[in-house]
């Protein structure tokens, strides 16, 4: 039986290890944390929605078949010669290697961005800044100094503009218990571009600004973010902008260890797979999610959860087929929609073709998080992420 190695615990990677728990075929999952994170509600977790901790799974609640190996541990390398994962504890050698070690922040070379700035990328990064932004309420109650009240958020893509809206609704209670009034924070949204959210229609774009707008976001298009100092954001028209809290969600590229390891990869670090996943460069490699450059209608697709999850069951399914020899099924990405929430309970986006807002995009996207918990294990996983969400102020 091949020896299989799956190399990170995203969306894709945990659904190609239940693929292979389906077809009763042992594998090896390596995992920088013993969890799987929700990345994609991370705006949830950073913006106070719920406790930090509702946002993640134990991998061990996901694979309960005695037939996989979970390993904790980073992976550092791959050695294509001999064929090895080389993590910092270990190493993991294998006949197929799949990779889905998603994103990291693409920071353009501006000066000071990467120093300077939060990123919300992990649970830990969610952690930071709200832990961050509760501090510097409590440090304005002595100083009075307005910046601490300040955030700028760089970026308004769909990770910006649901980190916005999070925020938005988050802060008048954290102010309440606090004790200080909400008038005085001021959330400032930068976008480079003439318009927020890139992946959605002109209508949606206008209807999502004059949303957050309306519940006090300031979103700041056609302005550009040109250098960031400690508690300043340098901005391309000359004005600096002062702020305690400095947000950083103005792209991603894939995790640079795969260039590392000599993969073909486009502009953006993700290694070039062809329509079976599989690496252009190494039949026994495929790669999935962030890290695959999957040409579709003449480009790569876009890094999302949604397409992660439908390349993690078709992947296992061809590393079954490759091994043993019979055919391989290409990839045919099915994008179902696109929803950003604006906030708690409103959203806007696109579902099955149809725009859709306000609340009804609101609930449609609380539905697609109770789809992929059925996804992860049934009524087991939807029913245990529906008891501990608890609320806090
Ligand atoms: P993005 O690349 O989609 O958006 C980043 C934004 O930052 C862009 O609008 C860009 O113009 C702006 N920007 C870049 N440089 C700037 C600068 N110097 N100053 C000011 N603004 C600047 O990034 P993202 O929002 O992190 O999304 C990354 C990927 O993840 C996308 O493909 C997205 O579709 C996906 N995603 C999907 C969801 C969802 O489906 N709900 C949520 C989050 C992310």
């Not at 218990?177 to 480079?192: D, K, M, S, T, Y």
Request: hydrophobic content about 40%; overall charge neutral.
């Amino acid at each position: 039986m091949a020896s299989i190695v799956i190399v990170g615990a995203g969306y894709g990677g945990v659904m190609a290890g239940l693929q292979f728990e389906k077809a009763l075929q042992p594998f090896t999952l390596v995992n920088k944390h013993s969890y799987h994170q929700f990345i994609t509600w991370l705006h949830e977790a950073a913006g106070g929605r719920h406790q930090i901790d509702d946002y993640k799974v134990e991998l061990s609640e996901i694979f309960r078949q005695r037939l996989s190996t979970i390993i904790k541990d980073e992976v550092v390398s791959i050695d294509r010669t001999q064929r090895k994962v080389i993590g910092k504890h270990d190493e993991y050698p294998y006949d197929y290697a799949i990779i889905g070690l998603g994103s990291a922040p693409e920071f353009f070379g501006i000066p000071g961005l990467s120093q300077y700035s939060m990123q919300l990328r992990s649970l830990e990064t969610a952690r930071q800044i709200r832990t961050h932004i509760e501090q510097q309420v409590k440090a304005y109650r002595d100083d009075r100094d307005q910046s601490r009240l300040r955030i700028v958020v760089g970026g308004a893509g769909l990770t910006g503009i649901e980190f916005v809206g999070e925020l938005i609704d988050w802060l008048p209670g954290l102010c309440n218990r606090l004790g200080i009034p909400n008038h005085l924070f001021e959330v400032q949204n930068v976008e480079a571009a003439p318009a927020i959210l890139p992946a959605l229609s002109e209508n949606l774009q206008h209807k999502a600004q004059s949303v957050l707008e309306s519940k006090g976001v300031r979103i700041r298009t056609n302005t550009k973010i040109t250098q960031v100092m400690q508690d300043a954001v340098y901005l391309e028209s000359g004005e600096i902008v002062e702020a305690k809290t400095i947000v950083w969600t103005g792209g991603v590229r894939a995790n640079p260890l795969l260039q590392d390891a000599g993969f073909t990869c486009d502009g953006r670090g993700r290694a070039k797979v062809n329509e079976y996943l599989q690496s252009v460069d190494d039949e026994h490699i495929f790669i999935i999610g962030d890290n695959a450059s999957f040409i579709s209608a003449g480009r790569p697709l876009p890094p999302t959860a949604q397409l992660a999850t439908q390349m993690g069951v078709t992947v296992a399914q061809n590393v079954l087929a490759h091994s043993n020899q019979t055919t391989m099924k290409p990839f045919e990405p099915k994008i179902l929609g696109t929803l950003a929430s604006l906030g708690r309970d409103v959203g806007v986006g696109l579902v099955g073709g149809v725009q859709t807002s306000g609340a009804p995009a609101g609930l449609a996207k609380e539905l697609t998080k109770v789809k992929y918990l059925w996804q992860l294990g049934g009524m087991r996983m939807v029913s245990r992420n529906r008891k501990p969400l608890v609320r806090e102020y």
